[in-house]
């Protein structure tokens, strides 16, 4: 059980870094978002959230750049 469950890990090891450097970026970009809202610097808390969002993933079939998801509306600021 314990080959196997290296040999995958092994194998998956590019997936797992993606994914854990995605993680990465959006919790910083989602701290350092909500700092700059306390602060009420809504433009730096935009550009926070621009750049957790850009993050590029390489797709696990052909390797391939994936775009970062938007996590909300640019919109839903209120004024």
């Known amino acids: 059980m314990g080959a196997a469950l290296s040999q995958y890990l092994e194998k998956r090891q590019t997936d797992l870094k993606s994914v854990a450097e995605r993680?990465?970026?959006?919790?910083?970009?989602?701290?350092?978002?909500?700092?700059e809202y306390i602060q009420g610097d809504l433009e730096a808390a935009k550009q926070a959230q621009d750049a957790a969002k850009s993050v590029q993933l390489k797709d696990a079939a052909g390797g391939t750049d994936v775009e970062g998801a938007s996590v909300g509306s640019q919109d839903s600021r209120r004024t």
């Open 23 to 35: 993680i990465q970026a959006a919790v910083l970009g989602a701290g350092k978002a909500t700092n």
